[in-house]
T-cell receptor, first 112, second 114 residues
Framework: SQQGEEDPQALSIQEGENATMNCSYKTSINNLQWYRQNSGRGLVHLILIRSNEREKHSGRLRVTLDTSKKSSSLLITASRAADTASYFCATISNFGNEKLTFGTGTRLTIIP | EPEVTQTPSHQVTQMGQEVILRCVPISNHLYFYWYRQILGQKVEFLVSFYNNEISEKSEIFDDQFSVERPDGSNFTLKIRSTKLEDSAMYFC????????????FGSGTRLTVV
């Protein structure tokens, strides 16, 4: 079963606007992480939020986690053209296995 | 900033041939992973490796696949007899801790099986 589903699948906004992406997951988690992938390139770790945390900030990024709803959101404020990329949420479950399981991703396009 | 290095960046191979994808993880990391991404699809877990042995593998990681850490720095993925459906981007990743840190990914090897 898919652990992470991002919403929306694709998002286009004007430069300077805020971008919000959502992620839902199915099982109990140890932590949730967000990654960025520029076209055809490797994944870059952005931020990790633990299951006992509700909100975390890193620069222009703000992540929230609602474990009761099994959902997370990533907010990018004051978007820039360089933020154009695909964004993935990924989870590490509480069930002993350590692997990071990725969602389906949101393709973000920032229009200059 | 330390990097995970993957070689080659692109490999074209004939169906049925063996390929070895190479990775140099970050030197003080303890956990190593291979993932793949078929074009336009999600990133899929293949295998995790810790303490010189496989700790978990997915259904994709069948008998055609194997991993090795031969010399304490390289981490390799071997596909014994490639199929057309093995065409994908293969990513190596490493992490310092099992759960408390993010993974550092390499730039990937694009494998094309013809």
């Amino acid at each position: 079963s898919q652990q992470g589903e991002e919403d929306p699948q694709a998002l286009s906004i004007q430069e300077g606007e805020n971008a919000t992406m959502n992620c839902s997951y199915k099982t109990s988690i140890n932590n949730l992480q967000w990654y960025r992938q520029n076209s055809g390139r490797g994944l870059v770790h952005l931020i990790l939020i633990r299951s006992n945390e509700r909100e975390k900030h890193s620069g222009r990024l703000r992540v929230t986690l609602d474990t009761s709803k099994k959902s997370s959101s990533l907010l990018i404020t004051a978007s820039r053209a360089a933020d154009t990329a695909s964004y993935f949420c990924a989870t590490i479950s509480n069930f002993g296995n350590e692997k990071l399981t990725f969602g389906t991703g949101t393709r973000l396009t920032i229009i200059p | 900033e330390p990097e995970v290095t993957q070689t080659p960046s692109h490999q074209v191979t004939q169906m049925g041939q063996e390929v070895i994808l190479r990775c140099v993880p970050i030197s003080n990391h303890l956990y190593f992973y291979w993932y793949r991404q078929i074009l336009g699809q999600k990133v899929e877990f293949l295998v995790s490796f810790y303490n010189n042995e496989i700790s978990e593998k997915s259904e994709i990681f069948d008998d055609q696949f194997s991993v090795e850490r031969p010399d304490g720095s390289n981490f390799t993925l071997k596909i014994r007899s490639t199929k057309l459906e093995d065409s994908a981007m293969y990513f190596c990743a490493s992490s310092f801790h099992r759960t408390d840190y993010g993974y550092t990914f390499g730039s990937g090897t694009r494998l094309t099986v013809v």
